[in-house]
């Protein structure tokens, strides 16, 4: 599955709403490590199904990251039936991120 | 672009070992070292290959000193506080900034640790590693920077300018470095970082608590898993993750030595060096052939 760049307008629809899990990679153009979460990412979405991965830039979604208490990216949350199930902080490896799904 | 082929970090068995073969396959080579580390205090090494007699810590790495000075390697003393890529790796020093295609952490293993009561359970709810990462986190808030070197005035340096106010902590240690002018030093050992879903603030010995939003850990000088983690190698919070050839996941970043955690003993940190100068070799030729 491809990743969805999840933003103010379209996160209620996209991950509150979502009838699967959806993984959210809260990122920066300006972090090195999130630069080397998005392959990561990219890669984990492109193997597994039923589980929606999506992005979301903290700059340009700044309330998002107040309201779900980013303080650290690459944070990453794992949402079902819109609530948080999971979550992370820091660099995670493929193997890290299907522990945090469960999968 | 960048100054040197390689650039490595520490100046220990492991890095001294990769600058040989990197020197000798003819590869702009610098070392970055601090200090003389855990083999300082070695006095006696009667378990290293080829010694007949004990050799001394310091005997061993001086030595290798001169082994890769005659073979061209250049050695610096700085202590390296940030490195990012930009078209190449970018180490940000006390002293300079340097640049390299490839870049070896081999600082050795932090035997530092704050053992602060929820400290571990806030990271990433107030308590961070990396203050040019989080600083954005913190605008017009109230942040403190929990240590007493060089390492922790460079992490106030970054949030200075963004934060509302800033603080140094040394939880009972002696300030080794002096602090930006108007940021308030407070010695005192800290006993608790309190919050239940973000930092609330720290508790001292003495019954006394401070107010936070944020508090950025830089205890000690920074070493190999801190830089690690500023650049997005991946680390289990004490040694970085290596493939068989010692490299992360970051391309052209390597890491050998006691920092990749496993037998802390020099033959292994040689050897691990060795592989590592391997890697780098493979790693420049290819960046300058494409």
């Known amino acids: 599955m491809s990743v969805i760049k999840i933003t103010e307008q379209n996160f209620e629809a996209e991950v509150l709403k979502s009838d699967v899990p959806v993984l959210v990679d809260f990122w920066a153009v300006w972090c090195g490590p999130c630069q080397m979460q998005g392959p990561i990412v990219d890669e984990l979405a492109e193997e597994v199904s039923g589980i929606k991965f999506g992005k979301l830039n903290v700059d340009e979604n700044m309330s998002l990251a107040q309201q779900y208490r980013v303080a650290s990216i690459p944070t990453l949350l794992v949402f079902k039936n819109g609530k948080i199930a999971a979550s992370a902080v820091g660099l995670q490896s493929k193997e890290g991120l299907k522990k945090l799904l469960g999968i | ?290």
């Open chain 2, 1 to 290: 672009m960048a100054g040197y082929d390689v650039i490595i970090v520490g100046n220990g068995p492991a890095g001294l070992s990769a600058a040989l073969y990197t020197s000798r396959a003819n590869l702009k080579t610098l070392v970055i070292g601090k200090d003389q580390g855990a083999l300082a205090k070695a006095e006696r090494i009667e378990n290293y290959f080829g010694m007949a007699e004990p050799v001394s810590g310091c005997e061993l790495v001086e030595n290798t000193k001169q082994q890769a000075k005659s073979l061209g390697a250049a050695l610096v003393t700085d202590e390296i506080f940030h490195i990012s890529w930009n078209q190449g790796f970018v180490l940000e020093g006390r002293e300079g900034t340097y640049q390299a295609v490839s870049v070896l952490l081999a600082t050795g293993s932090s035997r530092k640790k704050a053992d602060i009561k929820g400290l571990a359970e806030l990271e990433g709810r107030g308590v961070s590693y990396c203050a040019i990462c989080d600083a954005f986190f913190f605008r017009g808030r109230k942040v403190a920077v929990l240590g007493n070197e060089e390492y922790a005035v460079h992490e106030l340096g970054q949030l200075l300018p963004v934060a509302g106010s800033a603080v140094l902590l040394t939880n009972g240690k002696e300030l080794l470095a002096s602090a930006p002018e108007g940021v308030p030093v407070i010695t005192k050992k800290i006993t608790s970082v309190n919050g239940e879903e973000e930092v609330a603030g720290v508790t001292f010995e003495d019954g006394s608590s401070l107010e936070l939003d944020g508090l950025f850990v830089a205890l000690g000088s920074a070493g190999a898993v801190d830089l690690a983690r500023k650049i997005g190698a991946l680390t289990d919070g004490r040694s970085i993750q290596t493939d068989e050839n010692m490299a992360t996941n970051v391309p052209g970043l390597y890491a050998a030595g006691d920092c990749t955690g496993g037998l802390l003993q020099i033959s292994t940190a040689v050897g691990e060096g060795a592989k590592a100068a391997m890697s780098m070799i493979k790693f420049v030729r290819q960046q300058k052939k494409g």
